[in-house]
């Protein structure tokens, strides 16, 4: 029969480790709305920027950026892998790691060499042990992104790209598809094929499969996005007046000059994108860790009272049979 | 009193400035610009540089420091979207003079053609545009 004492220690752990991931859920629970305003406040920018893009390249007769410029064949590939500093958050990160390692392995067998950025603690590590070379790496950033973090990234790729050192950038990162759900999503960022604008944080799914927390997280996050939708709204309406603008120094020239900060804004947009995701992946594996505790309690708790009850049971027995051998003398 | 144009300051992280104003100057492609209510649709690349947004024309003006990105006008309405934008009263010489410091050592580490020198670089002109317009500015020159 187990020891009622371990069997008691036994619950009080699994009690403490409850509480630690019930905190880490109601934490990431928090910094999912955190994420969720950053977002916000990057929309009309992104809105704007892409707007202005498709306005001006409209009128450009022939574009010649070199950004534009589509290689064939394809020589040697930037990626650039975003994960988190921290880990706790279910298969956040590992399964960016398995996509882009898949990448890699795929483009070796052809040939292709790859330069790798990584940023988060976690994708540093994971190459470090697979020793592959890392040409630029971030940490401590992961949770809260840095507008000079991108702006590094795409002007060392883009230097790249227009030296022909490398002739396609690839960006992985997880997608927050909601607050619940990350996709692993792998975008080409160089050559610029199209212009467009990449909803993030948007529902896409019904949220009746989610808990209570995420609801509520869910609709806030929600009203958050449609608010944006409306102040970025405003922000771009003068390029909505399609009268005859006058471009300095030319139409081309200022076209030149944005698709540098498109591919920056690109990038950005990714790691806040990656950071929302952080947070849900964090608080869906903590919440199902905070439920398998429950469970264990409850079963351990049954377990103890049973024992308990077993051990009252022989006592009296014991008792009873004792008083028994007294009366027969 | 003169009519009122929009003016929005958007960087991407964020709306930094949204409000009303006579007259706002920019420091467009092809040197420093002025707008005000009527003026024909327009659109530059910025220069590093200050956008200052004048609420009257005689009056103070709001002073942002600004770097790449583009100004758009339509006559009504100005949209400043900036790579780099900083209040100009936020502007701190002496952390603007240390990240140059940072920056000269951490070019004078890198290769002369390493792509990430570019970067470098590009930082180093920024906080030296804002030490010099901050000087400007505590001199009165504006």
């Given at each position: 029969?187990?020891?009622?004492?371990?069997?008691?220690?036994?619950?009080?752990?699994?009690?403490?480790?409850?509480?630690?991931?019930?905190?880490?859920?109601?934490?990431?629970?928090?910094?999912?709305?955190?994420?969720?305003?950053?977002?916000?406040?990057?929309?009309?920018?992104?809105?704007?920027?892409?707007?202005?893009?498709?306005?001006?390249?409209?009128?450009?007769?022939?574009?010649?950026?070199?950004?534009?410029?589509?290689?064939?064949?394809?020589?040697?590939?930037?990626?650039?892998?975003?994960?988190?500093?921290?880990?706790?958050?279910?298969?956040?990160?590992?399964?960016?790691?398995?996509?882009?390692?898949?990448?890699?392995?795929a483009k070796r067998a052809e040939g292709i060499e790859c330069d790798i950025v990584a940023c988060g603690k976690k994708a540093?590590?994971?190459?470090?042990?697979?020793?592959?070379?890392?040409?630029?790496?971030?940490?401590?950033?992961?949770?809260?992104?840095?507008?000079?973090?991108?702006?590094?990234?795409?002007t060392m790729v883009i230097d790249s790209y227009t030296k022909e050192k490398v002739d396609q950038v690839v960006v992985f990162?997880?997608?927050?598809?909601?607050?619940?759900?990350?996709?692993?999503?792998?975008?080409?960022?160089?050559?610029?094929?199209?212009?467009?604008?990449?909803?993030?944080?948007?529902?896409?799914?019904?949220?009746?499969?989610?808990?209570?927390?995420?609801?509520?997280?869910?609709?806030?996050?929600?009203?958050?996005?449609?608010?944006?939708?409306?102040?970025?709204?405003?922000?771009?309406?003068?390029?909505?007046?399609?009268?005859?603008?006058?471009?300095?120094?030319?139409?081309?020239?200022?076209?030149?000059?944005?698709?540098?900060?498109?591919?920056?804004?690109?990038?950005?947009?990714?790691?806040?994108?990656?950071?929302?995701?952080?947070?849900?992946?964090?608080?869906?594996?903590?919440?199902?860790?905070?439920?398998?505790?429950?469970?264990?309690?409850?079963?351990?708790?049954?377990?103890?009272?049973?024992?308990?009850?077993?051990?009252?049971?022989?006592?009296?027995?014991?008792?009873?049979?004792?008083?028994?051998?007294?009366?027969?003398? | 009193?003169?009519?009122?144009?929009?003016?929005?300051?958007?960087?991407?992280?964020?709306?930094?400035?949204?409000?009303?104003?006579?007259?706002?100057?920019?420091?467009?492609?092809?040197?420093?610009?002025?707008?005000?209510?009527?003026?024909?649709?327009?659109?530059?690349?910025?220069?590093?540089?200050?956008?200052?947004?004048?609420?009257?024309?005689?009056g103070d003006a709001h002073t942002f420091a600004v770097g790449g990105g583009y100004v758009e006008v339509d006559g009504r309405?100005?949209?400043?979207?900036?790579?780099?934008?900083?209040?100009?009263?936020?502007?701190?010489?002496?952390?603007?003079?240390?990240?140059?410091?940072?920056?000269?050592?951490?070019?004078?580490?890198?290769?002369?053609?390493?792509?990430?020198?570019?970067?470098?670089?590009?930082?180093?002109?920024?906080?030296?545009?804002?030490?010099?317009?901050?000087?400007?500015?505590?001199?009165?020159?504006?």
């Amino acid at each position: 029969m187990p020891n009622l004492r371990d069997i008691k220690k036994r619950i009080n752990s699994v009690e403490s480790t409850k509480q630690i991931t019930r905190t880490m859920e109601m934490v990431a629970t928090a910094k999912i709305r955190r994420a969720t305003e950053r977002i916000v406040a990057a929309t009309p920018y992104a809105l704007a920027m892409v707007e202005v893009l498709e306005a001006i390249a409209a009128r450009s007769a022939g574009a010649v950026s070199p950004l534009l410029e589509v290689r064939d064949p394809i020589k040697r590939i930037a990626i650039i892998v975003i994960t988190s500093d921290r880990g706790l958050a279910g298969g956040f990160n590992s399964n960016v790691l398995r996509a882009a390692d898949k990448f890699i392995a795929a483009k070796r067998a052809e040939g292709i060499e790859c330069d790798i950025v990584a940023c988060g603690k976690k994708a540093i590590g994971y190459f470090k042990y697979r020793k592959l070379p890392v040409e630029l790496s971030f940490k401590d950033q992961s949770a809260d992104p840095q507008l000079s973090q991108s702006r590094e990234i795409a002007t060392m790729v883009i230097d790249s790209y227009t030296k022909e050192k490398v002739d396609q950038v690839v960006v992985f990162y997880n997608h927050a598809k909601n607050v619940a759900d990350q996709v692993v999503t792998s975008e080409v960022i160089l050559p610029v094929e199209k212009v467009e604008y990449h909803e993030i944080g948007e529902e896409e799914e019904s949220t009746t499969h989610l808990d209570e927390s995420a609801k509520t997280a869910a609709a806030a996050s929600a009203a958050l996005m449609a608010e944006a939708k409306s102040s970025a709204h405003t922000v771009s309406s003068a390029s909505e007046a399609q009268g005859d603008f006058d471009y300095e120094p030319s139409v081309d020239e200022v076209l030149d000059a944005l698709l540098p900060s498109y591919v920056e804004t690109r990038i950005f947009h990714a790691l806040l994108d990656s950071a929302a995701g952080e947070q849900g992946a964090r608080r869906k594996a903590m919440k199902s860790a905070t439920d398998n505790a429950t469970e264990m309690v409850s079963t351990l708790t049954r377990v103890y009272n049973r024992a308990r009850q077993g051990a009252i049971t022989t006592e009296i027995t014991e008792i009873v049979g004792g008083a028994a051998a007294l009366e027969e003398e | 009193m003169a009519q009122l144009m929009t003016c929005d300051i958007v960087t991407p992280e964020g709306l930094l400035f949204s409000g009303e104003a006579e007259y706002i100057s920019a420091p467009a492609a092809e040197g420093g610009i002025g707008f005000m209510y009527q003026c024909a649709p327009f659109m530059s690349t910025l220069k590093n540089g200050a956008v200052r947004v004048k609420k009257t024309m005689n009056g103070d003006a709001h002073t942002f420091a600004v770097g790449g990105g583009y100004v758009e006008v339509d006559g009504r309405k100005v949209v400043v979207l900036a790579s780099h934008a900083i209040d100009m009263e936020k502007v701190d010489i002496a952390i603007s003079q240390e990240r140059i410091e940072l920056n000269e050592q951490r070019l004078a580490e890198l290769a002369e053609d390493d792509s990430r020198a570019v970067f470098v670089r590009q930082e180093i002109d920024w906080h030296r545009s804002l030490i010099e317009l901050k000087q400007d500015e505590n001199k009165g020159v504006v």
